[in-house]
């Protein structure tokens, strides 16, 4: 996923076309362990809660889901495209009525997840914003 961020050569501790997101955060244990705490928090906060009562459940299959589109956003193997073909996000996400409410609660969690995921500051700053963007496009309403 190297439209997440410019190629740094003078820091190899940043994402470059040789060094991704997904090899900076340390493969795919940390890619899953971001997608399960994403759902994690979201089940549990009191802040997400209109978030989670549109999703459906059990969270099982959207965690995986989660985790195979992160893969590949970040620049690890595109797990998702390989079994749905591309993700067309904003086109998936139009049957629901995603307000800016939710995005923001979207956010919350993603960010809180981040947090206890993604050591690297500067990554974990750079993938929120990234993600912030993501997340307003899939406004809808």
Not at 110 to 113: E, L, V
């Given at each position: 996923?190297n439209r997440?961020?410019k190629a ?5 501790s940043?994402?470059?076309?040789e060094?991704?997101p ?7 244990a940390?890619?899953k ?8 928090i979201m089940?549990?906060a ?6 989670y ?6 969270l099982d299959?959207?965690r995986?889901k989660?985790?195979?589109f992160l ?13 749905y073909g ?6 998936r996400?139009m ?8 995005r923001?609660?979207?956010m919350?969690c993603?960010?809180?997840?981040l ?27």
């Open positions: 996923m997440i961020f740094n050569t003078k820091n190899s940043l994402p470059t076309p060094r991704t997904y090899d900076i955060m340390g493969g795919e940390q890619v362990l971001l997608a399960n705490r994403f759902y994690d089940e549990t009191p802040e997400a809660a209109e978030l009562a549109i999703h459906p459940l059990p299959a959207i995986e989660f985790f195979q893969s590949g956003w970040l620049g690890g193997p595109p797990l998702f495209e390989q079994q591309h993700p067309r996000l904003r086109a996400h049957p629901f009525a995603v307000t800016e409410q939710l923001d609660q979207w919350f993603m960010d809180k997840a947090e206890e995921v993604v050591e690297h500051k500067l990554l974990r700053q750079g993938l929120s914003h990234s993600f912030g963007q993501l997340a307003s496009h899939m406004i809808n309403r």
